[in-house]
């Protein structure tokens, strides 16, 4: 800590380079901290999937339906907690198929698997008592401005009605959660979809099953399986994690991509930094060599030079990543396209353990070769 005041001395020698250093580093850690966060939004929430959630589907393919028979079989396998059964939808809203994820589910069920998604009590007696009711995510239902009680109508895609090809459904309720929960679905119930729709009667799309040891989650997964090989609808088992990563690598290897683009962004500014750590050594080679005349020892010159290093990353990309912090934390700036949009403390870490890493290959060069450096070379080059 004595060395401080030398240090911040030291990086302020030439102001314009510190100043024009510490934005690049800015600017490389608040990417990061961008780019970390639509890593975990793109990938559908896969780090925090649930590790007690096994998702069945059809053998062939996601868009194979499935019987709805099978809930009653899966619900009696020793070590299921729970078994219930979601659908696609695929419907349009204001002419946009892309509008929001519509889900068809049984309501009970779907929201005791989902504990996260908070849903208040009278809400949902309300949702059960009307079999045209649907529940939004707070973020949907900010994004349109619906409020319980509105008419929502929906254009089918997939399943069209006995009658004309619009749903109407009725907001029932509005669910919330913590920061890590998707709030732009829409909600539907079953009963209402199969005794309305033209086909498909009796069909589901995949299946959910909470079990009660995580740790048998394969065993359970190939019993499944069993259970139905040989039918007109066979099953493949995965978990929760292992199907959203599937889904998401629909569209490729979005986290790879993130991730290299963060590993570039940080390699050119080790660059920068790491060239720009050479020049000021080089231009203070004399006060090397007095430091080390009033008795610097080598391994102290070489800390202070990899201080320096540290103290500009440090104030550099801590701020770009603090600043990353705080715009996130704003909350998903498409207004909802991106439905989990945050900065998980772990990808915090990694980012202070990158500043600190780039702030030490930065200075290493530089300061290696003044602790080497002799005093009277010094000296003579001064």
């Given at each position: 800590m004595k060395f401080l005041p030398l240090l911040w001395k030291q990086i302020w020698r030439k102001k314009f380079r510190t100043i024009i250093t510490m934005a690049a580093m800015f600017i490389a850690f608040v990417l990061f901290g961008l780019l970390m966060a639509l890593r975990l939004s793109f990938s559908m929430g896969i780090d925090i999937a649930g590790a007690d959630r096994l998702v069945l589907i059809h053998k062939v393919s996601l868009i194979m339906p499935l019987p709805?028979?099978?809930?009653?079989?899966?619900?009696?396998v020793p070590g299921v907690q729970l078994a219930t059964h979601n659908s696609w939808f695929g419907g349009s809203y204001q002419n946009n198929p892309n509008a929001f994820a519509t889900i068809v589910v049984d309501p009970e069920p779907m929201f005791k698997m989902y504990p996260e998604y908070k849903l208040?009590?009278?809400?949902?007696?309300?949702?059960?008592?009307?079999?045209?009711?649907?529940?939004?995510?707070?973020?949907?239902?900010?994004r349109y401005g619906w409020k319980i009680g509105d008419r929502v109508p929906l254009r089918a895609n997939i399943w069209p009605p006995k009658v004309g090809d619009t749903w109407e459904f009725n907001i029932a309720g509005i669910y919330d959660g913590e920061r890590t929960v998707d709030k732009t679905q829409f909600f539907f119930r079953y009963d209402y979809l199969d005794e309305n729709r033209r086909f498909g009667e009796g069909s589901v799309g995949w299946y959910l099953v909470k079990i009660a040891d995580p740790s048998q989650a394969v065993e359970l997964g190939q019993k499944f399986?069993?259970?139905?090989?040989?039918?007109?609808?066979?099953?493949?088992?995965?978990?929760?994690?292992?199907?959203?990563?599937?889904?998401?690598?629909?569209?490729?290897?979005?986290?790879?991509?993130?991730?290299?683009?963060?590993?570039?962004?940080?390699?050119?500014?080790?660059?920068?930094?790491?060239?720009?750590?050479?020049h000021s050594v080089r231009e203070r080679t004399n006060e090397v060599g007095v430091l080390k005349?009033?008795?610097?020892?080598?391994?102290?010159v070489l800390f202070l030079v990899l201080g320096e290093s540290v103290f500009v990353a440090a104030i550099g990309g801590g701020l770009g990543l603090l600043t990353a912090w705080v715009l996130i934390s704003g909350g998903d700036p498409t207004g909802g396209l991106l439905p989990i949009f945050i900065?998980?403390?772990?990808?915090?870490?990694?980012?202070?353990?990158?500043?600190?890493?780039?702030?030490?290959?930065?200075?290493?060069?530089?300061?290696?070769?003044?602790?080497?450096?002799?005093?009277?070379d010094a000296l003579r080059r001064g």
């Open positions: 709805v028979a099978y809930q009653a079989r899966l619900q009696a208040p009590d009278a809400e949902m007696k309300a949702w059960l008592a009307d079999r045209q009711g649907a529940v939004v995510g707070r973020t949907l239902a900010d399986d069993a259970m139905f090989a040989n039918s007109s609808a066979e099953t493949k088992t995965t978990t929760e994690k292992g199907f959203l990563d599937s889904f998401a690598k629909q569209i490729g290897n979005v986290a790879a991509i993130f991730t290299a683009i963060i590993a570039a962004a940080l390699f050119c500014i080790l660059l920068v930094a790491a060239n720009v750590m050479m005349t009033l008795g610097f020892t080598d391994t102290g900065l998980p403390t772990r990808d915090v870490l990694i980012g202070v353990a990158c500043i600190a890493l780039l702030g030490v290959l930065a200075g290493l060069m530089p300061a290696v070769g003044a602790m080497r450096l002799r005093i009277v």
